[in-house]
């Protein structure tokens, strides 16, 4: 009896030191937009800089996919950081969270800059309140944000909850999300719902109809997709003829084309330069910034092998939309958003406009950094009429602190002009540029060879590839010259009727 007293007193006089009992402490986290709470990612670093992973990696023992611990709706404790779908959550603290004293890293995808701080977490502190304010970096004018490229359960090499993936797409500052599974329609309405975010983001319903050959992403997705069964073995020509008779029809985007496995152009063994290629162009799209290969490393430049392919593909009178997604199948690895595309459509999100844009070829695709490029005013997908032969050209790059792109290429036909970017979050260049007497196009990209934070991106590309990490990346879709100012576009094999919205071949 003694000894209880002499516990009890003791927990007694604990209590009365630190307020209450030392295991109520809880973060309550508040991120914002210029006091509006927004998406985010927090994420927790001990004294040494070593992240504190929240939950399980649960598949192949690389991925976390079901393994993450969710506090509530929207607010999830993930391997790399705490997801908040609203911009709020409370977590509390002495179990997933160890009891300490912690840096904080926050950020909204590519667009904001890294927010950092620090916060004690130490046993005993009670409610603890932790306000951040984002600082937007760049801003997409006219073009919202686009993963058209994402996976979850329905994936056979998924097992994330779509309510989880739509959380992770938001903080990421995603507004459109086409969640496409293997050969599965894949549609997170239901899930936005679930969470109360209708008009904050939106679904466009979408497939990643896999055969040996290669991925082809379709939406939106209409009625039953080509069966498994029938794809898998089915060769590039038989898989587009299937994907064409589907009823819409859909888009049809090429993913990860330079991935060396199941990638159209790796496994047909195209060079990117032999015309034609060895596989039908019977498509509307092409994934030049995929997150599972978005880098440029020594012996490795996968990005610019996607744009070598991409600017032969153009030069030859084919006209495809540039796009960018994560590929993200789970919470680590590959992050949500880290690819994504801008098109250049109206919000709140309208999915026939929507469509009408990508097939129009009004979008740009990055990883990083934000190009706004225009000439005579057009921007990209656009077309205009040169002057005696130029063109007046204003390119404006923007991007935040972590990202460090350092070049900008402008092609013209098959030339190539290279400016140098200096060190800063905004670059502006302009001048009147030879562009010929045919019909050509102004392509416009920007690049890095410095990584990027894997913190802030996903250690796929170390872990995988055994390079630094994703590097800065942006490419637009190409301003077509109209030389003559007849109203169509000769070039190649291609004659297209010039309109604001949408092609066709004559």
Not at 299 to 305: A, F, I, N, T, W
Request: hydrophobic residues 40%; glycine residues 10%; charged residues 20%.
């Amino acid at each position: 009896m003694r000894a209880l007293l002499v516990r009890a007193l003791a927990i007694a006089l604990v209590v009365a030191a630190c307020g209450r009992a030392p295991s109520s402490t809880k973060l309550s986290i508040k991120v914002t937009d210029h006091g509006v709470p927004v998406g985010a990612r927090v994420l927790l670093l001990d004294g040494a800089g070593n992240a504190l992973h929240i939950g399980v990696l649960d598949k192949y023992g690389q991925r976390q996919s079901a393994g993450a611990r969710e506090f509530a709706p929207g607010v999830i404790g993930t391997w790399d950081g705490i997801v908040l779908a609203y911009g709020t959550g409370d977590v509390p603290v002495g179990d997933a969270i160890p009891y300490g004293k912690y840096k904080v890293w926050a950020w909204r995808g590519i667009e904001y800059d890294l927010w950092q701080g620090d916060v004690d977490l130490s046993a005993g502190r009670g409610d603890v309140e932790l306000a951040i304010a984002l600082d937007r970096a760049w801003q997409p004018a006219g073009a919202i944000a686009a993963d058209l490229h994402v996976h979850a359960h329905d994936s056979d090499d998924s097992t994330m909850p779509d309510t989880q993936r739509v959380s992770a797409q938001v903080a990421a500052g995603i507004q459109v999300i086409g969640l496409s599974n293997h050969n599965h329609n894949g549609d997170a309405t239901a899930a936005i719902h679930a969470l109360h975010l209708d008009g904050t983001v939106a679904s466009i319903a979408s497939n990643e109809v896999t055969s040996e050959a290669m991925h082809a992403n379709i939406y939106p997705a209409i009625g039953p997709p080509p069966p498994a069964a029938q794809v898998i073995s089915a060769s590039p020509a038989q898989l587009m003829a299937m994907l064409r008779a589907l009823p819409g029809p859909p888009i049809i985007q090429i993913n990860h084309p330079r991935f060396r496995y199941q990638s159209l152009f790796d496994t047909t063994k195209w060079n990117g330069t032999s015309w034609p290629p060895p596989f039908p162009l019977d498509f509307d799209a092409v994934e030049l910034v995929p997150g599972y290969a978005a880098f440029n490393a020594p012996g490795d430049r996968r990005l610019d092998e996607g744009l070598r392919d991409f600017y032969t593909l153009i030069d030859h009178g084919k006209l495809v939309a540039p796009v960018g997604g994560s590929d993200s199948h789970d919470f680590n690895w590959v992050l949500d958003g880290s690819g994504r595309t801008y098109v250049f459509a109206p919000w709140p999100f309208d999915q026939a406009a929507f469509v009408s844009a990508i097939r129009a070829r009004r979008t740009e695709a990055t990883d990083g950094p934000w190009l706004d490029a225009r000439a005579a005013g057009a921007g990209p997908g656009e077309h205009v009429v040169p002057d005696h032969g130029k063109v007046q050209l204003d390119i404006t790059l923007a991007q935040a602190s972590w990202v460090r792109a350092t070049r900008i290429r402008v092609q013209v036909g098959d030339q190539t002009q290279t400016i140098d970017v200096p060190p800063g979050n905004a670059f502006h260049w302009t001048g009147a540029i030879d562009v010929g007497t045919a019909d050509t196009f102004i392509g416009v990209a920007a690049d890095g060879d410095a990584a990027m934070p894997l913190l802030l991106t996903g250690t796929y590309e170390r872990d995988k590839w055994n390079h630094a990490g994703d590097t800065p990346f942006a490419v637009i879709s190409p301003i077509l010259v109209d030389a003559d100012g007849d109203g169509h576009w000769k070039r190649g094999d291609g004659d297209y009727l010039l309109t604001p919205l949408g092609k066709s071949t004559q």
